[in-house]
């Protein structure tokens, strides 16, 4: 769902930026475009940062912030402009429920993480050594390495060349 | 039979599917004892590989017991034969097998024209793995076909459980050859990125094949505990710089040698260029997210290597190639040519070197896979490894 959400922001941003008179007149919000233009900004971020972060829900909770300066915008709009009402209001019903979907998705999205927490395991006994760590060090040295696999002498330094001869 | 059938995007239901034939001389057939899921399936599970069908059988690591051999494989496998199969299927034959480069067998991948387009050649045919390499159908089933079977098996002996040598098919040897492509030297630091089953198995080859220090990046608590049981020091990436940590432990100078065991889902927390990443594979203008790959690039030390047996499925951005050039840096990655190795890791299970079964975290019957998918995928419940038994 977050994922969708981060979709949706990226597309409602880029109608905002791109076409904010059309927007403004379907939101019943004549005359406001710059912020409108805002907004759209305001909105591709937080999509592309949904999409792309791996812990969404801070950038989840981020648009329920935006949801409500956009409620908050289109409110004024009904005062300002009595004969556009009809539209306001309804952009307003659909603001609020989509700040409702927000609303749920982040608080989702905090419990998701909490569950990983508590399912952590310990395994520092699983050392995959019947005989123990220290023995296995270099315990398979002896078996050649292909030749197509091999760094070539010339890469090698000094050092390691008689480091090499030694522990053979 | 049944079997783990992809459908879509994180959707693998186990259904009846019909039993499979011989369908070639050189064919066998096997009941399936144990099966794995790898970290490779969650790349089909999550469907960044392009190439699957609905309908497709998953499932590339898969041992049991030989139950039908055709004709021209009966000088090789008898029926009740005990056989690992490698998730590379090989002729044995061609150029390309003859000089063990078993992974890119020229004969084996029966789409051979999809794998020209889209790689500009050939790979081998792979069990469970796209019609890129063949649709063969997989392993998380009760029964498996296996083509070219007098070559494509690993016999191995009665006396071991399947918990010890299931990984031969895949893992184990995809850890062996991530270190053993380095060709790592007694005074070598190696860094695995990725502490993952194959990544778990590469810190134990570079330990076996004699690393100075062994340096393992991961951001998981329980598979950086194992790692460190592994005998590695661990880095955990979402806690600290990972270029930072690793010049610190090699005196400025970066590791010679950088492993790549993490694939085309990289995580990166904070950083730009991941961002950057997600975004365009979510709006499908690339592939693979190749953040550890930068990584490795940037802090290898010069004249170094970086193996990467991690899988990537098409087109990378943004990589630094001229630290590569610059620093000149060798590349060695592939699938695994799994028989070119297993002779060698066989006598290392047999003589009680290494205990692969370490890494296994959930053993569940055959009709939980789809929900071990989810529950391997997501790093729920401690999950590392999962068997599954028909
Ligand atoms: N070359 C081959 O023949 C071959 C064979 C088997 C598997 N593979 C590939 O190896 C890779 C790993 O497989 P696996 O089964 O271990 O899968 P996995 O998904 O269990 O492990 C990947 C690990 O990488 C970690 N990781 C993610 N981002 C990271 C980052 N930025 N830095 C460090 N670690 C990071 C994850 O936390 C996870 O633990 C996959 O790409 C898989 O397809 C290749
Ligand atoms: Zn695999
Ligand atoms: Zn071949």
Redesign the interface.
């Known amino acids: 769902m977050a994922?969708g959400l981060?979709?949706l922001s990226i597309a409602l941003g880029a109608a905002e930026l791109l076409a904010p008179r059309a927007m403004c007149r379907a939101a019943g919000l004549n005359g406001m475009e710059p912020l409108v233009r805002s907004y759209g900004a305001r909105e591709i971020a937080t999509g592309?940062?949904i999409?792309?972060?791996?812990n969404r829900a801070p950038w989840i909770w981020g648009r329920v912030a935006g949801d409500m300066a956009d409620i908050a915008t289109v409110a004024t709009g009904i005062r300002q402009n009595g004969e556009k009402t009809t539209n306001a209001i309804l952009t307003l019903a659909a603001l609020a429920a989509v700040t409702a979907v927000d609303v749920m998705c982040a608080s989702g999205l905090e419990s998701e993480k909490g569950?990983?927490k508590t399912?952590?395991?310990?395994?520092?006994?699983?050392?995959?050594?019947?005989?123990g760590?220290q023995a296995?060090?270099?315990?398979?040295?002896h078996?050649k390495?292909?030749a197509d696999?091999?760094?070539p002498e010339i890469?090698?330094?000094p050092?390691?060349s008689s480091?090499?001869q030694?522990?053979s | 039979m049944r079997a783990l059938v992809w459908h879509g995007t994180a959707d693998i239901r186990c259904e009846r599917v019909p039993d499979p034939e011989i369908e070639d001389d050189r064919d066998a057939i096997i009941k399936v004892t144990s099966c794995a899921i790898c970290g490779s399936d969650l790349h089909l599970f999550d469907h960044f590989m392009p190439g699957m069908k609905s309908g497709d059988i998953m499932g590339h690591e898969t041992m049991g017991e030989v139950v039908e051999v055709g004709s021209a494989a009966k000088s090789a496998l008898k029926v009740g034969d005990r056989v690992v199969i490698p998730f590379t299927i090989i002729c044995g034959e061609c150029e390309q097998c003859k000089r063990g480069n078993f992974s890119v067998c020229e004969r084996s991948n029966r789409n051979k024209n999809l794998g020209d387009k889209v790689f500009g050649h050939t790979t081998a045919g792979l069990f469970g793995y796209t019609h890129l390499t063949g649709g063969y159908a997989g392993g998380q089933a009760e029964y498996l076909r296996v083509p070219f079977a007098d070559k494509t098996h690993i016999k191995v002996p009665d006396s071991i459980p399947d918990e010890k040598l299931l990984f031969l098919s895949d893992i184990f040897p995809t850890g062996w050859q991530g270190a053993a492509q380095c060709d790592i030297q007694p005074t070598d630091t190696v860094a695995i990125w990725g502490c993952g089953p194959v990544g778990q198995m590469t810190i134990r080859s570079a330990i076996l094949l004699g690393a100075k220090q062994v340096i393992a990046i991961d951001r998981l608590p329980e598979r950086l505990s194992m790692a460190e049981a592994g005998g590695a020091i661990t880095i955990n990436f979402e806690e600290e710089s990972v270029i930072d940590r690793l010049n610190e432990l090699t005196g400025g100078k970066g590791p010679e040698k950088c492993i790549d065991a993490v694939g085309l889902e990289a995580h990166a927390t904070g950083s730009i260029d991941s961002m950057y990443d997600r975004a365009k594979q979510a709006m499908m203008l690339e592939t693979d997210r190749p953040h550890v790959l930068r990584e490795m690039m940037y802090v290898c030390r010069p004249a170094g290597v970086l193996s990467i047996p991690g899988v990537y499925g098409g087109l990378l951005d943004k990589i630094p190639l001229g630290a590569v050039m610059n620093k000149g840096l060798t590349i060695r990655t592939g699938q695994t040519h799994v028989n070119r190795w297993t002779d060698d890791l066989l006598t290392l299970v047999v003589e009680n070197q290494i205990d692969p079964s370490f890494v296994i975290t959930h053993t569940e019957p055959l009709e939980r896979g789809p929900e071990m998918y989810k529950t391997f995928r997501d790093k729920q419940d401690g999950c590392v490894k999962v068997v599954l038994k028909p």
């Open positions: 994922k981060g979709y592309v940062a999409l792309t972060s791996h569950n990983r399912a952590v395991a310990d395994y520092s006994d699983r050392s995959g050594f019947p005989g760590l296995a060090r270099g315990a398979a040295r078996l390495i292909p696999m091999k760094t890469l090698k330094t050092e390691m480091s090499a030694a522990a």
